[in-house]
C-alpha cells in the first residue's frame, strides 16, 4: 500500500495517507453528523455538528494512527527499521523493514498496537464518564471508546496478518522452537478468518443488510490477499536470510564491452549472440559503467550506427554496487528501490561479478532442487 500524500514525519519515519482513506472519511463523517444532527441534540447548531463529526472522525484515524505507532515504537525500540505508516480505507500499516529476529521481539511488535487501542478505548471511556452531563459531547466519546474497543478485538483475531496472526505466529515459535511452524499456523488462521468474515458477510447480504455484508466480503479478501503476500515474503526471507551476494553472483562478467563500442556493434556483434541483456562496459582494466538493452531502447536506430555505449551507459559512479559480503536480501531490496536488475559486485574497487534478478532465481531453484528449502 502506498501512500498518496505525505503528511509528515514522526520518529524521522514518513506518514502518508492514501486516497481511499478520503473516501472513508467522507463516508463517516456523513453517517456520524446525522447521528450528532441538531434534530437528536437541540443545544447544536448544523455548524457544530458537522464540526463534532469532522473531529471524531479526525480522532477515529488519529486512533489508527497511534496504534501503528504502538508497533512502531516497539519495532525501533528492537532495532527493526519501520520503513513508514500509511493509512488507508482499511486502517492503516506500518511498514517493518525486517523480521523481528526472536519470538519475543515478534510478539512485543505485536503487542504495542492493541495495547494503544486498549489504552484509547479506556481514555475515551473515561472522558465519557467526565463529560456524561453534556449528551452531545458524551456521545462522541462513547462511540469513540466503542470503536477503540471493536478495533482491538478485531485486530486480535488468530489470522495473519492481523496482529492476533502476529502474536499466535510468535507464540508457536516460542513453544515449537521453529519460526516456519509459527508462520504455517498463523497462515491457517489467517485463511479461517479471512473466509470467515466472507462467509459472515454473504450471511449479512441474505440477511438484507447489503453495505456491512459487502464491506466485510472486501475485507476477507484484502485480509486473504495480503496474508497470501507477506507468506511469500517470509518465505523468502527465511530462505535467503545468511546467504551472501558471492553465493548467487555470476563471477565471470563476459561479455565485457569497451565504450567506444558503437551501439549497432553491440547489437548485432555482441547482443545478438549471447543473448544478453545488460553489459559490463571496461575499458582495458579501468570499469566504466553498465549499458542494458533498455538503455538502448531509448536511441532512435537511426543513430545506432553513430552514438557509442559510452554515450548511452550508467556511468561507474553513478552505479548501485555491492560487495561479495553483503547479505543477498540486502541487495535485493536495494534492486527493488531502485529498480532495477543487476548490480556489478566490486572488491577493492574491481569489479568482481555481477548480481541480477535472474541468477538469484537460478539460485534459489538450484536450492530448491537440492532440498535446502522446503515450503513454510
Ligand atoms: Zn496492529
Redesign the pocket.
Same mark, same amino acid.
Given at each position: 500500500m502506498n501512500a498518496s500524500f505525505q503528511l509528515g514525519r514522526i520518529w524521522g519515519i514518513p506518514i502518508g495517507l492514501h486516497w481511499s482513506l478520503l473516501v472513508v472519511f467522507a463516508l463517516l463523517t456523513s453517517s456520524l453528523s446525522a447521528r450528532y444532527s441538531p434534530e437528536q441534540y437541540p443545544d447544536l447548531s448544523p455548524g457544530a455538528s458537522l464540526l463534532l463529526a469532522v473531529v471524531t472522525s479526525v480522532l477515529f484515524f488519529v486512533s489508527i494512527l497511534l /496504534?501503528?505507532l504502538g /508497533?512502531t515504537w516497539v519495532a525501533l525500540r528492537n532495532n527493526i527499521p519501520v520503513e513508514g505508516i500509511t493509512l488507508f480505507a482499511l486502517g492503516g500499516v506500518a511498514r517493518i523493514g525486517e523480521q523481528a529476529k526472536t519470538a519475543g521481539a515478534e510478539f512485543r511488535i505485536a503487542a504495542g498496537?492493541?495495547v494503544v487501542s486498549l489504552v484509547l478505548a479506556a481514555a475515551f471511556a473515561v472522558i465519557w464518564f467526565l463529560v456524561r452531563g453534556v449528551t452531545f459531547l458524551a456521545a462522541p466519546c462513547l462511540w469513540l471508546a466503542g470503536t477503540n474497543l471493536a478495533l482491538l478485538l478485531f485486530?486480535l483475531l488468530p489470522g495473519y496478518p492481523l496482529?492476533g496472526g502476529r502474536l499466535l505466529r510468535a507464540a508457536v515459535w516460542h513453544f515449537t522452537g521453529s519460526e516456519r511452524k509459527g508462520l504455517r499456523v498463523a497462515a491457517i488462521g489467517g485463511q479461517l478468518v479471512a473466509f470467515g468474515l466472507m462467509g459472515l458477510g454473504a450471511f449479512w447480504i441474505l440477511s438484507g443488510d447489503f453495505v456491512s455484508g459487502l464491506w466485510l466480503i472486501f475485507v476477507g479478501w484484502f485480509l486473504q490477499n495480503t496474508a497470501v503476500a507477506e507468506q511469500a515474503g517470509s518465505t523468502l526471507q527465511a530462505q535467503l536470510s545468511g546467504t551472501t551476494v558471492a553465493q548467487a553472483m555470476v563471477m565471470e562478467i563476459e561479455p565485457r564491452v569497451p565504450s567506444r563500442l558503437k551501439l549497432r556493434q553491440l547489437v548485432d556483434d555482441v547482443a545478438l549472440p549471447s543473448g544478453q541483456r545488460y553489459f559490463l562496459v571496461i575499458d582495458g582494466d579501468e570499469p566504466r559503467g553498465l549499458v542494458t538493452l533498455r538503455d538502448l531502447a531509448k536511441v532512435p536506430r537511426e543513430r545506432w550506427d553513430w552514438a557509442s555505449v559510452g554515450e548511452v551507459m550508467v556511468p561507474w559512479a553513478q552505479l548501485q554496487r555491492v560487495a561479495p559480503e553483503t547479505e543477498l536480501l540486502t541487495a535485493l531490496r536495494l534492486m527493488d528501490d531502485a529498480r532495477i536488475g543487476q548490480l556489478p559486485v566490486v572488491q577493492n574497487d574491481r569489479a568482481i561479478g555481477l548480481l541480477t534478478r535472474e541468477e538469484i532465481l537460478h539460485y534459489l531453484r538450484l536450492r530448491a532442487e537440492v532440498g535446502l528449502s522446503g515450503r513454510p
Open positions: /496504534h501503528e /508497533h498496537g492493541p485486530n496482529d
